[in-house]
């Protein structure tokens, strides 16, 4: 289990560091998969699909959303 929960923050790591190098646009399957150095089919595992994937990320890590609650 402690893998998964280190593979699943690993995935969600990857959406802030491309947002930030490359965009929103940068954001894909691939693209995430290969910044956090694990098979894509995880994405898809641990998250249904990459917009959820995405929304966990903003609701982890997005500054003024935490500040707001």
Known sequence: MKDKEQ??????SSVGAIIRSKGYH??????I?????????????YFG????LIETYVV???YWLSFNK
């Open 60 to 62: 982890q890590k997005d």
């Open 33 to 45: 998969a290969r910044e956090a150095g694990v098979d894509k089919k995880l994405i898809y595992r």
């Open 7 to 12: 593979t699943k923050q690993k995935l969600i």
């Open 49 to 52: 699909n990459v917009d959820t």
């Open 26 to 31: 940068g954001l894909g399957v691939n693209a």
